[in-house]
């Protein structure tokens, strides 16, 4: 099974995320990203940017999960965000954003990128976790609730 275990480490956790904007999350985002992959951060940017062309990734709920393919990465790579404030993110419910998993896997990576953007929708689904998450001011907290509701979902 494809789970967020393989996709984060507590090191690919951001508390308290400071954007004002869709925009300026996303290049936050990118920034951390590009650090974790190698790869530029302006190239990350784009790709996300230009999915959000196509359409909004927030989901509703207070949650996106912005994602693309980029040439070149070795795995499927996450990153997770809580924000400081909730910012527009022009989500299907019109309600602010203030959780966000990024998700970024090769250009050549066929199924696995929808198997982990399928596996991230549906914890971000349970309502419990995410207000756990809310409420959680650490990132080694914020992973091992990931990683607990992990381990009820496999069993």
Same mark, same amino acid.
Not at 32 to 42: M, R
Not at 59 to 85: M, N, T
């Given at each position: 099974?494809f789970?967020?275990?393989n ?14 904007n869709?925009?300026? /999350?996303?290049? %936050?985002?990118a920034?951390?990203?590009a ?6 951060? @302006?190239? &990350? $940017?784009?790709? #996300?940017s230009e999915?959000e062309?196509l ?22 790579y996450?990153?997770? /965000?809580?924000? %400081?404030?909730?910012?527009d993110f022009?989500?299907i419910?019109d309600?602010?954003? @203030?959780? &966000? $998993?990024l998700? #970024?896997?090769?250009?050549d ?10 596996k991230v ?16 001011t ?6 091992a ?7 009820r979902?496999?069993?």
């Amino acid at each position: 099974m494809f789970g967020c275990a393989n996709l984060i480490t507590s090191d690919c956790v951001i508390v308290n995320l400071r954007a004002g904007n869709k925009r300026q /999350a996303l290049r %936050e985002l990118a920034r951390k990203a590009a650090t974790l992959t190698g790869h530029e951060e @302006d190239a &990350i $940017f784009e790709v #996300l940017s230009e999915r959000e062309r196509l359409g909004t990734t927030g989901i509703g709920h207070g949650i996106a999960i912005p994602h693309g393919k980029l040439p070149g990465l070795d795995r499927v790579y996450g990153v997770f /965000a809580k924000l %400081e404030r909730p910012i527009d993110f022009d989500a299907i419910d019109d309600q602010p954003v @203030d959780l &966000i $998993f990024l998700l #970024l896997a090769p250009a050549d990576c066929g199924a696995d990128h929808l198997k982990a953007l399928a596996k991230v929708s549906r914890m971000l689904r349970d309502r419990m976790l995410c207000e756990k998450v809310r409420g959680s001011t650490s990132c080694d907290a914020i992973y091992a609730i990931m990683n607990q509701t992990e381990g009820r979902n496999a069993a």
